[in-house]
């Protein structure tokens, strides 16, 4: 999963990672890739539109799914979404995947200034139409001079059907919501406890099973920001400095979003404020801390095994992995060769004692140096 900001100092070579490490994944047999919709700041701001990137990324893999994540559809008009990402889904030969958000972000509604207030209704409201229009039907709208004109989506997609997914930071009706429409479901552990995302996993599965769908189909897949190595402590050194920062950026937007009278992520309300120096650097490192030991995939894959064993038993299905939060690009890429260890560990095939013994060794191997 990419999110973050690059260096804007830079005028060439701002997705190097994201086609590198794409073309990595596709390789190694990662289910999918995830690019998001940020606007108006440097916090995600390479991200303007995940079709544009997804289009990218689908003429350079050959396996890879390729997903919105997320799309923020109150700020589009939904046939030109349906358009869009009926296009990808033909460069991918039917490889896309959207996870759909409503925002919260004000100052962003100023493509629609009037959807922001009901924007989580018109969200649901669009993906009704966003499935139909995908399956072939038309939609009217009136012209210019206030004639009625019927539009078919061209052109068709590959996929018979649009695999989507809803955004949720956390909010409980959020989870039961997508159950309902029988939706998968992308979150974080911003602002909620393993505890308390396993709790909303069974009121979104028991929704799911209340509208007629099968509780044990839908997917939930959980995002972590991650980066692996061979020894606990010098992964601390490597991802302290960029990933402190990348939290100042993010807390840089939300004071910029309380500041124009909306919610910040989460859709929470806040006053506007300033947080004194002294303060922020107090906070940006207690949430480090609260990150790298508890919320996070950073240190070894041993170390990493207990989180990914919890969240499975919590329910959650996929961790995709937020990788470019910061870190110089070669590490990351260096980075992925223990990811891939621990993905082999829980994958499918990794279900007998002797493949899950091999896995094992093969950890081993991989942090002996620092022993």
């Not at 460069?91 to 972000?105: P, Q």
């Not at 599965?205 to 920001?225: I, Q, T, W």
């Amino acid at each position: 999963m990419f999110f973050s900001s690059a260096d804007q100092s830079s005028a060439v070579g701002r997705y190097e990672l994201m086609i590198e490490a794409a073309k990595i994944a596709d390789q190694r047999g990662f289910c999918c890739i995830w690019t998001p919709e940020r606007h108006f700041h440097e916090f995600g701001g390479l991200f303007p539109n995940p079709s544009v990137t997804s289009a990218a990324l689908a003429m350079i893999t050959q396996g890879l799914e390729i997903r919105a994540g997320s799309l923020i559809s109150p700020l589009h008009d939904l046939i030109r979404i349906v358009e869009e990402w009926s296009v990808v889904d033909n460069l991918s030969r039917g490889r896309v995947a959207i996870s759909f958000g409503s925002g919260w972000n004000v100052d962003d509604f100023i493509f629609f200034p009037e959807r922001y207030e009901n924007r989580q209704k018109l969200m649901f409201q669009q993906i009704e139409i966003i499935k139909t229009l995908w399956e072939g039907s038309s939609i009217v709208r009136e012209n210019s001079y206030g004639k009625k004109v019927r539009a078919s989506i061209y052109p068709r997609p590959v996929q018979r059907q649009l695999p989507i997914w809803i955004t949720s930071s956390g909010n409980l009706d959020t989870f039961v919501s997508a159950g309902s429409i029988g939706a998968n479901i992308l979150t974080h552990l911003i602002g909620q406890s393993i505890d308390g995302l396993a709790e909303k996993i069974q009121r979104y599965r028991a929704s799911r099973e209340e509208h007629n769908f099968d509780p044990a189909e839908g997917k939930v897949s959980l995002m972590l920001h991650t980066f692996l190595g061979t020894d606990t402590q010098a992964v601390r050194s490597v991802v302290r400095e960029p990933f402190r920062e990348y939290l100042r950026s993010a807390i840089s937007l939300e004071e910029k979003a309380a500041a124009a009278g909306g919610v910040i992520s989460g859709g929470h309300q806040i006053d506007p404020h300033n947080i004194p120096d002294d303060l922020m650097e107090d906070l940006l490192d207690i949430t480090f801390d609260r990150y790298f030991d508890s919320a996070a995939l950073m240190g070894t894959p041993s170390d990493c095994k207990q989180i990914v064993w919890r969240l499975k038993e919590t329910g959650v299905d996929e961790i995709a992995c937020l990788i470019d939060f910061g870190v110089p690009k070669q590490d990351v890429i260096q980075s992925l060769e223990h990811l891939d260890a621990l993905r082999i560990l829980f994958s499918k095939d990794a279900t007998s004692r002797a493949t899950g013994q091999a896995v094992s060794t093969f950890l081993e191997e991989l942090e002996a140096p620092t022993r």
